[in-house]
Each structure stands twice: as C-alpha cells, then as structure tokens.
Nanobody
Framework: QVQLVESGGGLVQPGGSLRLSCAAS????????MGWFRQAPGKEREFVAT????????YYAEPVKGRFTVSRDNAKNTVYLQMNSLKPEDTADYYC??????????????????WGQGTQLTVSS
C-alpha cells in the first residue's frame, strides 16, 4: 500500500505562486506514475498534471500549461506541483495520485490506484 499526503495549500492572491508537495510512504514510488488532480466546489475532479517514473516526461492540462510545473524527487519519495501566475479559477482542492506503472501519460482519475486526502488552494484578493 502507498499512502500519499499533500501539503502546501493555502490562500494566495491572484498572480501569486505556491508549491504543493505530495509525500509518499509505505512503498518507494520511483516506479509509480504520479499525477495531480483538482476539484473545485460543485465541479468534477479534473486532471492537472502527470509525471513519469523517472521524471523525464511531464504532461499538463491546457488551463495550467505554462504556469504549473510538476516534478519529483524519488530519493525523497515526494512529488511537487509548482504553481505560478495563479488565477481565481485555480481555486480547488488539489489531490495527488499514484499508480504502479511507468506508462505515460495517465490522464484519467480512474487510472490511478492511490490518492491523498487533498490540500485546499484558494486564489483570491
């Protein structure tokens, strides 16, 4: 079993930056594809970004492309989501997900086996 714990959410002004972290435990996730999803109030969960096992390839949803960067440190068993130029529409609960595969890209929530509890981001002035 893999346990995922997100952290780093909070309140940010429009145009600001924030970095989310996802710490994995229970297993080494170096051979797991990792993804970030988000769910805004009243909306369905949506894909944000994913990164391969090695970290060499990344894929982003169009709304965040050029503003968000996903990265991973396999030595620390941690995945990050650097978010820049934040907009009010980025407000959501952000979830980290994992699946034991090096296939890429995994874009659907159903493709992931493990999920964190989420961390909340609010972008507001």
């Amino acid at each position: 079993q893999v346990q995922l714990v997100e952290s780093g959410g909070g309140l940010v002004q429009p145009g600001g930056s924030l970095r989310l972290s996802c710490a994995a435990s229970g297993r080494t996730v170096s051979n797991y594809a990792m993804g970030w999803f988000r769910q805004a109030p009243g909306k369905e969960r949506e894909f944000v970004a994913t990164i391969t096992c090695s970290g060499n390839s990344r894929y982003y949803a169009e709304p965040v492309k050029g503003r968000f960067t996903v990265s991973r440190d396999n030595a620390k068993n941690t995945v990050y989501l650097q978010m820049n130029s934040l907009k009010p529409e980025d407000t959501a609960d952000y979830y980290c997900a994992a699946r034991r595969t090096c296939n890429f890209p995994l874009l659907k929530s159903a493709e992931y086996d493990y999920w964190g509890q989420g961390t909340q981001l609010t972008v507001s002035s």
